[in-house]
């Protein structure tokens, strides 16, 4: 079991920066992959990014429009990660939810992997 809560949403006017966080409970945290998915008004969830570890290597990967613009990361031992999101645009605009999964070898780009979920965390970008 895990539990997941996001932080660090909020207002930023497009060109800024966001950082949010996932705080993560539980055990065998760096066994679970982490993804980060968002969901706009009227709008399908979909996926942003996702960062796993294993054998010792940190592998990550970015849904193309967010690429060279979000950063993916973990601190396994604040048992945190986190989404580092740069130049900001309004089509960012968007609830931002972070997922955990012990099925790592599965499509990690898929909400349906996942089987914990936060709360989410709003993000709007003004233009």
């Known amino acids: 079991q895990i539990q997941l809560v996001e932080s660090g949403g909020g207002l930023v006017q497009a060109g800024g920066s966001l950082r949010l966080s996932c705080a993560a409970s539980?055990?065998?945290?760096?066994?679970?992959?982490m993804g980060w998915f968002r969901q706009a008004p009227g709008k399908e969830r979909e996926f942003v990014a996702y960062?796993?570890?294993?054998?010792?290597?940190?592998?990550?990967y970015y849904e193309d429009s967010v690429k060279g613009r979000f950063a993916v990361s973990r601190d396994n031992a604040k048992i945190m990660v986190y989404l580092q999101m740069t130049s900001l645009k309004p089509e960012d605009t968007a609830i931002y939810y972070c997922?955990?999964?012990?099925?790592?070898?599965?499509?990690?780009?898929?909400?349906?992997?996942?089987?914990?979920w936060g709360q989410g965390t709003q993000v709007t970008v003004s233009s």
């Open positions: 997922a955990a999964t012990e099925k790592i070898t599965a499509n990690l780009r898929l909400g349906a992997t996942y089987g914990y």
């Open positions: 960062l796993m570890w294993s054998g010792g290597a940190i592998y990550t």
């Open positions: 539980g055990r065998a945290f760096s066994r679970y992959a």
